[in-house]
């Protein structure tokens, strides 16, 4: 323990060091206006929320450790607020954009957000966190790509093109909100959006033999996606800020709130090809396509947009299980950390890690119900160990619980799990995640379906430390139940034996 203690400081004098001899981290301004306007996305005249007039809104473009200052003025007629899905705000939730941790904008004022994107990479995206207005744009694509030293494990693709995918409804945000304090549910959803427009309303130009990167996001906000591209295969590279093992899909499951990257290259023969998302686990099946036009195209597109997975289960829990993060080589994977302190040699490999590391939480998501739930944590990415579906009977007779008593456990994997802060949680089936609590601060845990988080389906975990520059407290382990049901009635603890790391009364109660 002693040596690996050292160690840890002894490396953090270096980065210390570091940080002194480079100065400051750059700074980008923006400055955004945020009003109503009207849009056309499925053909119909409807008022959006925009962003310096655009939908979606502009893109953020940021690079590891990057400072970006965004003046956002309101200029709707009700409160406002953004929040920046996937960036860890590292102890500062006071910029989380949500409505526990910041006071909501007033209709014509401004408020002006200071992020730091520390140690951060990937694909993300922003969207408006109060009341219903998702439903209604002022969502963007938010890229942080990593510094020019870093080495990324893919050659420099071509291009890069965003996808902002999502479910669209054509009543506007005041009346799904109506609809939703009406105490009824939202109807079904009326059309799918590619980056704002419907079927074929966009378009990304490619050149023959040219390898491209696209970043899909799934902004909607009731169901599940699929996405494919007609003729082509897709390498995965990157899920949520973590670089993946690279497998080849014909088509990805993209659940609320979660982002992808692929890889795609063009080595077809020229002529135009369809991008297609559809809803998955629907009983009415929506799709709709984008066109991918080769430069040298000879042709529109021919043929049908391929046909996708809908409603099967086992085929979205198979490709779950799939994601891998990149192993480099002497990389650690997460059963290395052991239990207790084996006063063994440090692993840099974690260090950033374990510089920061005071404890980890089992979170397990039990979800009851007969539909896919997709559930978020703000300011952490957590590494996905299980997913279990429907096989479980407990004493107490309840479909998809976890359980101490039977092989719950048996079943992670604890040798490479991705990494990533939005998880699925199939029906009937539970999710258990390990977090290291690695971020001080107060973060909203919600349900990416938005009926849901309008409901209420959200909270706040405070992770909190008494002694910030205290013992590294490496066997701190702590284990949460949430059940993600409609009524989230069991949120439990177990196993507490390090009372004092996170102060969990403010929430439990
Ligand atoms: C925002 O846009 C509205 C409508 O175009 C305009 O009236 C207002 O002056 C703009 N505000 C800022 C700060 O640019
Ligand atoms: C509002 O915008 C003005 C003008 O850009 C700026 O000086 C001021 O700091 C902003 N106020 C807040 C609270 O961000
Ligand atoms: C939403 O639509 C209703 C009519 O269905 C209209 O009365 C209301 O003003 C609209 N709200 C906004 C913000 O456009």
Known sequence: MGDHRI???????????????????PYRFYTWNVTYGYIYPLGEKQQGILINGQFPGPQIESVTNDNLIINVFNSLDEPFLISWNGVQQRRNSWQDGVYG???PIPPGQNFTYVLQVKDQIGSYFYFPSL???????????????????????????????????GDWFKRNHTDLRAILDGGTDLPFPHGLLINGRGSNGYTFTVDQGKTYRFRISNVGLTTSLNFRIQGHKMLLVEVEGTHTLQNTYDSLDIHL??????????????????IVISTRFTTQVLTTTSILH?????????????GGPTTQIDWSLEQARSLRPLQYSGAFSLGSIPDNPTGGGAYLQTSVMAADFRGYAEIVFENPEETVQSWHIDGHNFFVVGFLKDILHNSDGQDGRWAMDTSSRLSYNLRDTIS???VQVY????????MPLDNVGMWNVRSENWPRQYLGQQFYLRVFHRQIHGEMNIQSQEMFFFVVGLQVVRLGTYDQHTAGLIDCQEWLT
């Not at 210390?16 to 400051?24: D, N, W």
């Not at 029906?427 to 390990?434: F, H, I, R």
């Open 257 to 274: 709130g979660q982002s992808y990257s692929v890889l795609v290259t063009a080595d077809q023969p020229a002529q135009d090809y369809n």
């Open 7 to 25: 160690s840890i400081w002894s490396f953090m004098g270096v980065a210390l060091l570091v940080t002194c001899i480079s100065g400051e981290d």
């Open 427 to 434: 029906p009937k089936s539970w999710t258990a995640v390990y």
């Open 294 to 306: 080769y430069s040298n195209s000879a042709g529109s597109v021919s043929g049908p947009p391929p």
């Open 131 to 165: 009341g219903m207005h998702k439903a209604a744009g002022g969502f963007g694509s938010f890229k942080i790509a990593s510094r020019s030293v870093i080495p990324v494990p893919f050659p420099p693709p071509a291009g890069d093109f965003t996808i902002l995918a």
């Open 101 to 103: 941790t910041n006071c």
């Open 420 to 422: 990533r802060c939005t």
